[in-house]
C-alpha cells in the first residue's frame, strides 16, 4: 500500500470555498491544488497526474463538474471524484454517479461533512488499489507456475526414456511420449487411467513392488520385453519431505540395441571359444596316446615333458569350456534338460579325467558312495553334473600341494544327494570364502600365484546347481583344507 501523502485537486470558481477545503483538508495531512474551473482543473489534472481525490463543483464556467469528472474518469480508474454543489438534484446526482462520481457533497457542509466522504472514498481507493495489485500478482504467479509447468512437461516430454508415474490407486498421472511409445494401448490412454488398462503385466509388477513399504526407499530394476523390444525399467517410490509415499515413478530405458551388441559379442567370444576348444582336445587326445604308448626306461623323462604339454593343454580346454558356458548362461542360450540320474557313473567318468593330474601331483583320491546312494537318482542334466564335479575336483587338485589326498564321498539326505568334495589344501581364509563364488574371483597368495584359472569355475558351478534347485556350501580353514558340498534333488522321493 503507498504512504504517500494523498494529493487532493479542488475544483471550484467559489475562492472561498476553495480555500475552505484546502484548510480543513491540508489540516488533515492531505496535499491540496486548486483550480478555478473545469479547463484550468483538468490542465492541472493532466499536467500532474496521480491524484488521489477530486472535489469538483458542478456549475463552473468553460467547463462544468460533469464534464470535468466524466474527463479525469477517462484518463484515471481509481481517482475519488466528489461532487460539491449548491444544485443538488437527485438527476444530477445519478448523472454525476453515471459519469464515475464516487459521492456527492451538498454545499454548505461542515468539516467533518467534507473530510467523512474524502476518507471513506480514498479508503476504497486504496483496498481497490490493494486487490488489484493482489490479483495482478496472482495473475503472474499463476504464470509464471503454468510457465513452470509446461517448461517441465516439455523437458519430460523430450527425454528420450519413457517416464511414467502412478499414484499410491496405481492410477497413471503422469506419461511422457517415449513411455507412450514403449508399452502397447498406452498411447491412446487418458491421463489419469488405471495402470492395468497398460496390459503390461511386469511393468505394474514392478511398480507394485516399488510402492510395497518393505522394499523401500530401494530401485526396482527389472529388464522388460515389449514386442520387438527390451527395456530396462528402474522404479522407485514417490515420497513426500515427511516420508510418505505418494505413488511410484518408472523410468523406462530403451536397451535392445544393446542386448543385440551384447549378444553379437557373446557369440562371438563363443565362436573364438568353440574353435579353440577342438584343437586343445585333439593335441590333449594325442599326448595321451603318445604317453599311453611310451613305457621304456629312455622314454620315463619324456613322459614327465609330455605329462606337463597334457596338464597345460587339458587346463586351457577347461577355461575354454567355462567361457563357452558363461556365456551360454548370459544370453539365455543355457538350457539343462534333467533326467532321472545316477550319479556313480558320472563321478566315476569325472575322478577318471583327472586321474593323470592327481597322479602327477601324487594326490590321493578316494571316492566313497554308500549303497543308498548309489541307487539313488537325482533328477538331473548329465552335462550340467560333469560340469559341477569336474570344477570342484579341478579345484581341489589345483589348490592342493603335493602328496595332499582328496576325497569323494556321497550320501544320501532328506530328499537330495550330498556330494562331498574334500581337500587337505591350502584352504580360504573367510574373506576369501564369501568371494570364491563370484565371477572372476581367484585368492591371491604365493601359492595361487602359479595356479592357471579364470576365477569362473565356482561361479558357473554355483549357476548350475541352482538351475537344478540345488545347493552348495563351502567349509574351509586356511593351511587345512576345504571341503565342498553340493545338494542335488533326488527324482524320486524317498
Ligand atoms: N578347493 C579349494 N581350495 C582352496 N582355494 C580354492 C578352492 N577352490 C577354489 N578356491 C579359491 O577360489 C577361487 C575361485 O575358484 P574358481 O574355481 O571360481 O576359479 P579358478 O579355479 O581360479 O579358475 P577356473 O576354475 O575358472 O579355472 C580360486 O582362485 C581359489 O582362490
Ligand atoms: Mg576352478
Redesign the pocket.
Known amino acids: 500500500m503507498s504512504t504517500e501523502t494523498p494529493r487532493i485537486l479542488v475544483v471550484d470558481d467559489e475562492f472561498g470555498m476553495r480555500e475552505g477545503c484546502r484548510k480543513v483538508l491540508s489540516a488533515e495531512g492531505y496535499g491540496v491544488e486548486t483550480a478555478e474551473d473545469g479547463v484550468a482543473g483538468l490542465e492541472l489534472f493532466m499536467q500532474h497526474p496521480g491524484f488521489a481525490a477530486a472535489l469538483v463543483d458542478l456549475k463552473m464556467p468553460r467547463m462544468g463538474g460533469l464534464e470535468l469528472i466524466e474527463k479525469i474518469r477517462h484518463v484515471d480508474q481509481d481517482i475519488v471524484l466528489l461532487v460539491i454543489t449548491a444544485y443538488a438534484t437527485i438527476e444530477t446526482a445519478v448523472e454525476a454517479t453515471k459519469r464515475g462520481a464516487y459521492g456527492y457533497i451538498p454545499k454548505p457542509f461542515t468539516p467533518d461533512e467534507l473530510l467523512l466522504p474524502v476518507r471513506n472514498g480514498l479508503e476504497r481507493r486504496s483496498l481497490t488499489i490493494e486487490a488489484r495489485r493482489l490479483r495482478e500478482e496472482q495473475d503472474r504467479r499463476l504464470l509464471e507456475i503454468a510457465f513452470e509447468r509446461s517448461k517441465l512437461n516439455t523437458i519430460i516430454n523430450c527425454l528420450t526414456d519413457g517416464v511414467l508415474v502412478i499414484n499410491r490407486d496405481k492410477q497413471i498421472v503422469l506419461r511422457n511420449a517415449a513411455a507412450a511409445r514403449a508399452i502397447s494401448g498406452l498411447s491412446v490412454l487418458t491421463v489419469p487411467g488405471p495402470l492395468g488398462d497398460t496390459g503390461c503385466r511386469d511393468l505394474e509388477t514392478v511398480l507394485s513392488e516399488a510402492l510395497n513399504p518393505e522394499c523401500r526407499p530401494m530401485i526396482v530394476s527389472r529388464e522388460l520385453s515389449v514386442r520387438d523390444k527390451t527395456y530396462m525399467v528402474n522404479a522407485s517410490p514417490v515420497a513426500e519431505s515427511g516420508g510418505d509415499v505418494l505413488g511410484a515413478v518408472a523410468v523406462l530405458r530403451d536397451i535392445t540395441e544393446l542386448k543385440r551388441l551384447e549378444s553379437t559379442k557373446s557369440s562371438f567370444v563363443s565362436m573364438v571359444a568353440h574353435e579353440i576348444r577342438s584343437p586343445l582336445a585333439a593335441i590333449e587326445g594325442y599326448l595321451e596316446l603318445v604317453l599311453s604308448e611310451r613305457d621304456s626306461p629312455q622314454a620315463l623323462k619324456e613322459n614327465d615333458l609330455i605329462n606337463k604339454a597334457l596338464i597345460r593343454a587339458q587346463t586351457l580346454r ?2 575354454v569350456s ?1 567361457l563357452i558356458g558363461l556365456s551360454a548362461m548370459e544370453t539365455g542360450n543355457f538350457q539343462i534338460t534333467r533326467i532321472p540320474l545316477g550319479i556313480k557313473e558320472v563321478l566315476t567318468d569325472v575322478v577318471n579325467t583327472y586321474k593323470t593330474r592327481a597322479q602327477y601331483k601324487e594326490i590321493g583320491v578316494s571316492v566313497d558312495l554308500d549303497a543308498s546312494s548309489e541307487s539313488a537318482r537325482i533328477l538331473a542334466d548329465k552335462n550340467a553334473v560333469t560340469a559341477i564335479l569336474s ?1 570342484l575336483i ?3 587338485i ?2 592342493t600341494p603335493v602328496r595332499g589326498h582328496l576325497s569323494v564321498r556321497v550320501t544320501k539326505a532328506e530328499g537330495c544327494l550330498d556330494i562331498h568334495i574334500k ?1 587337505d ?4 581364509s573367510p574373506e ?1 570364502q564369501s568371494k ?1 563364488f563370484d565371477e572372476f ?3 591371491k597368495n604365493d601359492f ?1 600365484a602359479d595356479v ?8 558357473i558351478v554355483k549357476r548350475l546347481v541352482e538351475m537344478h534347485n540345488g545347493k552348495i556350501s563351502l567349509t ?1 580353514e586356511p593351511g587345512e583344507g ?1 571341503e565342498f558340498v553340493v545338494s542335488l534333488p533326488l527324482a524320486e522321493q524317498g
Open positions: 577347461c577355461m567355462e570344477n579341478d579345484n581341489a589345483k589348490y581337500d589344501g591350502i584352504g580360504m576369501e570364491a574371483y581367484r585368492a595361487t592357471p584359472g579364470t576365477g569362473l569355475g565356482l561361479s574351509s576345504s
